[in-house]
Nanobody, 119 residues
């Protein structure tokens, strides 16, 4: 059973940076795709960034391209989301999720970590 635990959220001023971490366990993740999602109050959950665990190819939502960077550390079984140039519009609960490469649906989710950007 996959377990995902996020950390690194907090309060930051606009223009600042945060790095989120997602510690993954319970599987060998070589055939997995890992994603970061976020959900702001009153809005639907949206995809932020994703990375293939094996090859390292990445995808980003247009709203974060050039500001956010997703990466993974295979030795630590951890996925990171480096967030720079944060704006109040980035305020949300951020979730880590995983799916097997051949599946369309993310089957495992973390509990989420709050990111609040003040203006």
């Amino acid at each position: 059973q996959v377990q995902l635990v996020e950390s690194g959220g907090g309060l930051v001023q606009a223009g600042g940076s945060l790095r989120l971490s997602c510690a993954a366990s319970g599987r060998t993740f070589s055939n997995y795709y890992m994603g970061w999602f976020r959900q702001a109050p009153g809005k639907e959950r949206e995809f932020v960034a994703g990375i293939s665990w094996g090859g390292g190819s990445t995808n980003y939502a247009d709203s974060v391209k050039g500001r956010f960077t997703i990466s993974r550390d295979k030795a630590k079984n951890t996925v990171y989301l480096q967030m720079n140039s944060l704006t109040p519009e980035d305020t949300a609960v951020y979730y880590c999720a995983s799916r097997e490469i051949f599946r369309a649906v993310f089957g495992s989710w973390g509990q989420g970590t709050q990111v609040t950007v003040s203006s």
